[in-house]
């Protein structure tokens, strides 16, 4: 999802503009009671929608002061540093946020952090908190990586930031204390699309082994017409404008077009073979719905490793707006029981 920091203003109201096949798609499925207690209250300064011209009031008004070292080292339980690594060919360096656990002893696991934030906002401390709850339950490494936002750096430049940090990564994991044979990508939202992408990425260059992927929520087709997308037209927490207005930040006027890079919206890919054990999870109630179940799906056709977990009634990224919540407490425990028995193997 875009990030809502308590105390966020935001005065872009929602879109009410819906075309024919908008007004003709079933009703929304219903939300989470416990859910929808927690956004009915907020709903008026958290539009589902918001055009391109929007952006710059977005940006503004998400501006509040990114987690501290202090603030992720967690009492003393992480080391935090930020490393400057080369990044693509001809392209700035990347920067890397890398939080080892103190207390244990490596070569460790890692989990290789996209952030979310609609590929428009977001930094490398956004997300890394429940990064760093999976950590302290199994001792791994998190490294997140700052790539550069759309419209002003379209595709390729998100996911070619992201590909340079993980092949840093690998190839100097000893010095940071990870394993290299075991580094997980995960991400949400846009996150988790750059996680897929990633995961094709680095399979069709040869690249890094990827261990698993986790891909939470995450964003991954252009054409925005599933029936999930239709139905969400206006509702919930990210809805078909803001992602229509996302996609053409990253690929301007050939979103939805047929010449879409798979390394850009993961959905078009053709071949789905040979990829790491994934875990896929999303709300009932949320765009990205449908083209998470069909990527899930279409990992299975061809013989893959996938778990898949649609939450009933889940607005998109429920368990960070409503992280007390049951159905965001049951998330959690899934992913960690999924990356827990990953690791295991």
């Known amino acids: 999802m875009w990030p809502r920091p308590e105390g966020a203003a935001l005065t872009t109201q929602p879109t009410t503009s819906r075309n024919a096949a908008d007004r003709d798609a079933p009703c929304p499925p219903p939300l989470d009671p416990e859910l929808a207690a927690v956004l009915e209250p907020i709903a008026d300064r958290l539009p589902p929608g918001f055009p391109p011209e929007a952006i710059p009031e977005i940006r503004a008004g998400l501006v509040v002061p990114p987690p501290t070292d202090e603030d992720l080292g967690r009492g003393g339980a992480f080391e935090i540093e930020e490393r400057t690594v080369p990044g693509p060919p001809g ?140 139905q969400m037209a206006g509702h919930g927490v990210w809805d078909r404008t803001a992602n229509e207005t996302a996609w053409g930040a990253l690929l301007g006027d050939a979103r939805g077009g047929p010449d879409v890079s798979p390394y850009a919206a993961p959905a078009r890919a053709t071949d789905l073979s040979g990829l790491p054990p994934a875990f896929i999870d999303v709300g009932s109630a949320e765009t990205f719905r449908d083209e998470d179940v069909a990527y899930a799906a279409r990992i299975w056709q061809v013989g893959g490793r996938a778990e898949l977990h649609v939450w009933p009634g889940g607005f998109h990224g429920f368990d960070g707006l409503a992280p007390k919540a049951s159905l965001s407490r049951e998330a959690r425990a899934a992913r960690e029981n999924w990356l827990r028995r990953l690791l295991s193997t």
């Open 91 to 230: 392209a700035p360096d990347v920067s890397l946020l890398v939080c080892r656990p103190v207390h244990e002893r490596g070569p460790l696991p890692a989990v290789y952090h996209m952030h979310g934030g609609g590929m428009i906002t977001g930094n490398n401390r956004m997300g890394v908190d429940e990064m760093l709850d999976l950590s302290e339950e199994l001792g791994l490494v998190v490294v997140s990586v700052e790539y550069r936002l759309a419209p002003e750096h379209p595709h390729p430049a998100p996911v070619e930031d992201c590909y340079a940090g993980l092949v840093w990564t690998a190839e100097n994991a000893r010095e940071i204390g990870v394993d290299p044979a075991r580094i997980v990508v995960a991400g949400g939202s846009a996150g988790g699309g750059l996680t897929a992408a990633l995961a094709l990425l680095a399979r069709d260059r040869g690249g890094p082994a990827v261990f698993g992927q986790m891909l939470l929520c995450p964003m991954l087709d252009d054409r925005n017409d599933s029936c999930s997308a239709r």
